[in-house]
């Protein structure tokens, strides 16, 4: 198994550039989720999905789309990049959200 | 909505010695306490949880605590050794009703050889 594979790794984008982050997991879990991480915050979460169709906003939605069409994929859009969504993010999968998440190995995301 | 706050920001401790991360949490809802390492560069990676149900849980060097009653929980790692140097998160989730996972902001532990 891949576990969570995220991609691209990194990206650099301009203000007002849209972007979509990609993440892919093979472990057939419901759960899914997107996170920021910034230096001092921790990890925030973004969006999140208990199974497909089904998607609620995190704590920081604002700025960031989701769909989940498939229990596998779970990608994240960026409308209209700003400098401050520069940050890195995870993916994360688990059976339930009460459970062990798996994280995929982050997308450093640049907007200049 | 849920709220947890992790304390210290930064621990360093003598390698041998033991260290102790404390989490509070807002949502009496929460039933899931994971707790998550991460080296520099990686990905956060588990390495002890709790449910509700237990007060206490033990790993080899690491252990975890709950009081549910005070709506807070701990890490304790004894013997540390230089490769537990990474930063810890506590977290907290709620299985019904919300189904978020809640993350604290963070412990830099650094073990001094």
Known sequence: NAGVTQTPKFQVLKTGQSMTLQCAQDMNHEYMSWYRQD????LRLIHYSVGAGITDQ???PNGYNVSRSTTEDFPLRLLSAAPSQTSVYFCASSLQADRPQHFGDGT????? | GENVEQHPSTLSVQEGDSAVIKCTYSD????YFPWYKQELGKRPQLIIDIRSNVGEKKDQRIAVTLNK???HFSLHITETQPEDSAVYFCAASIGTG??????GAGTRLFVKA
């Open chain 1, 108 to 112: 450093r995301l640049s907007i200049l």
């Open chain 2, 28 to 31: 009496s809802a929460s039933n």
């Open chain 1, 58 to 60: 995190g704590e920081v």
């Open chain 2, 98 to 103: 919300g189904f978020k996972t809640i993350f």
């Open chain 1, 39 to 42: 230096p001092g915050m921790g």
């Open chain 2, 69 to 71: 009653t005070a709506k």
